[in-house]
């Protein structure tokens, strides 16, 4: 035992609990029951035999004491049966318990505000998209909600990590990548088809597109409360078109207002997330040295070297650039390794020996370095750089522009697994899975919202009520998933044994449930009610919607816990089972989508009892 297992936080002792003394006089009739009962506080208190046998060593029982006195093989056993005749009490913790999931719900609906209030850009937008095609629109739509899923998920990993400008440089140069795969997707689109109305259709969806990356951004960077301001006019001329009706030219300004408010701000959120640009000049240890003597080798070339001696640097002028030495500012040793691979310093410069390369290459099999083969004066400067020529400063540049952002700093933080160097990042590949709900999830949706049209029958219209109230709920949805959390672990305090937990558990999940199925109920009702037009809710179309709701939580939830695996398999399977059926003329649209659905239900709720139930799955 390494210490005191009992000891909670804001307690630092580090020995071990003293026991009482056995009261004088004479000996006790059982020994056994009198040393029970002076050290029943402490044994009902312990969560295992050990840790009362190493209360009894420090108390300075031997095993020959025990033997004569209590009649026991040694500590261990004595132990173990103390153990099994105080039953347990553990102590309560001082103060309320915490609770890191505990959230306002006013944050959420914002969240599912701003993920709903794009879609009046439709309605604003109607004049521009008379006798346009779906092609654009749709494939637009995925690309951007496949992309934009998993970039989100790989800015979020790099916050995980705590690296805030990581995340921030992931998403500068993940989310112009994902509005261009958009457009491009939506113009070869337009291109393969033959309606009247497609290049008008392919340039709103690339449009849709640019706000899908800069909300993607905003969001990650907790703006919501910018983006819903860059919303505003949209919102506020979609309103006025539902009252008295705008002219093409007003909604066409107010699109692009919007559309260029969420772009300056996420790109202004992104730069000031960045740290400044501006690489400082070498640190104050370097010093000019004159050209080394005739015939010295990588002689003709003046090097800077720090000779770190007793004397210190020799003073110099501060060049442009660089940072007062007098003064830190945030970030310093970030800026000041980038100046040393800008440069060529190596690792080895943090010893006191900066060097700039001599000209002759080195010929030994390391490609792309070149040793200086030059001490000063002193004899003690040496260094390398990486230069491989113009091919490699090609690639290396093409890299930085391509590449994904990595940790910058030498030798700290994880290892790689593979190569044992600096850790590289988060898993490209962790990414995917999440692309892939986001394609399966936006499938779902968009077969709940034109099934009926994309199966071309007669009279059908867009089911728009169901998807807004699917968007809409995505805020209240968050809020359950973090209550369901704070539920679980509230039930890991209460609960004694698996059994009880997962009682619990299976509870909470549940009643947050069925106040998500509420919600989406209320929601549906009342856009059905207002939207003008909109189809019945019938028995079938209620039925699937609540299915839906409930694949698209459950799913979130596994999503949440790191299962994403499961839930993009059973979301995907799903998505790709209601598309074949509508290619192949299979069944009608509401009865595939409603037996799609509740398969679908059915293997997430069995999924989520089977894999929250156990308490390791809810550790914090």
Known sequence: MSGPLWQGPGQHSHTLPSLPRPRGGSAAADPMTELSCRMEDVIAEAVHPDEIAAILESDGMTDDHIRSTYGRQDSFTLAEEL????????????????????????GCLLRGLVFALPGLAYVLGAPLLQG????????????????????????????ALGDRPAAALCLLRGAPTGAFLGGAAAALAAAASTAPGRWPAAAFATAQA??????????????????????????????????????????????????????????????????SRRLPGPPRTGCAQPAPRAG??????????????????????????????????????RRV????????????????????????????????????????????????????????????????????????????????RRGGGPFAGPRLAASVPYGVFGLGAGLIVLHTALGDVLA????????????????????????????????????????????????IAVAVLAECLALYLAVLFALALVGTLLWPAAPALGGVRLATLLLIGTVLWTGLLLQSFGAVTPAAAVCG???????????????????????VAAVAAALLAGLVCVLLGRATAHRV
């Not at 496949?146 to 790989?154: D, E, T």
């Not at 799903?574 to 409603?594: E, F, K, M």
Request: some cysteine.
């Open 83 to 106: 153990y099994a005749r105080v039953p347990r009490r553990h102590p309560e913790p001082p103060g309320p318990s915490a609770d890191p999931w505990r959230t306002g719900l006013l």
């Open 132 to 159: 346009a095609t779906l092609a654009p629109l749709l494939a637009g739509a995925l690309t951007g909600w496949v992309w934009n899923q998993a970039l989100s998920h790989r800015a979020y990993s790099w916050l």
């Open 210 to 275: 640019l706000y899908l990356a800069a909300a993607t951004a905003l969001l990650v960077l907790n703006r919501e409360r910018a983006l819903l301001g860059a919303l505003l006019p949209m919102a506020a001329g979609a309103t006025a078109v539902l009252l008295h009706g705008l002219p093409t030219a007003v909604r066409t300004s107010l699109l692009l207002v919007s559309l260029l408010a969420a772009t300056a701000l996420a790109t202004r959120a992104l730069r000031a997330s960045q740290p």
């Open 296 to 333: 010295a080798a990588g002689s003709g070339r003046p090097r800077l070297c720090g000779v770190t001696g007793a004397v210190g640097p020799l003073p110099r002028a501060r060049r442009r650039g660089e940072p007062d030495p007098g003064r830190a500012r945030p970030g310093d040793a």
């Open 337 to 416: 390794i980038r100046w040393r691979r800008a440069v060529g310093v190596d690792a080895a410069g943090a010893a006191g020996v900066h060097a700039v390369p001599g000209p002759r290459r080195s010929r030994r099999g390391d490609k792309g370095l070149m040793s200086s083969g030059a001490a000063d004066s002193g004899g003690a400067a040496a260094g390398v750089m990486r230069d491989g020529g113009p091919a490699r400063v090609l690639l290396s540049a093409v890299r930085r522009v391509v590449r994904w952002p990595r940790a910058r700093s030498l030798g700290e933080g994880p290892r790689d």
């Open 456 to 503: 071309g029958r007669d009279g059908a219209v867009v089911a728009a009520p169901s998807a807004v109230a699917l968007t809409l709920s995505t805020g209240p949805a968050e809020w359950l998933l973090l209550r369901f959390r704070s539920g679980s672990l509230a039930g890991l305090r209460a609960s004694t044994t698996s059994r009880d937990f997962r009682r």
């Open 573 to 595: 399977g799903a998505a790709l089972v209601q598309s074949a059926a509508l290619i192949t003329g299979t069944g009608g649209p509401r009865t595939v989508g409603l037996c």
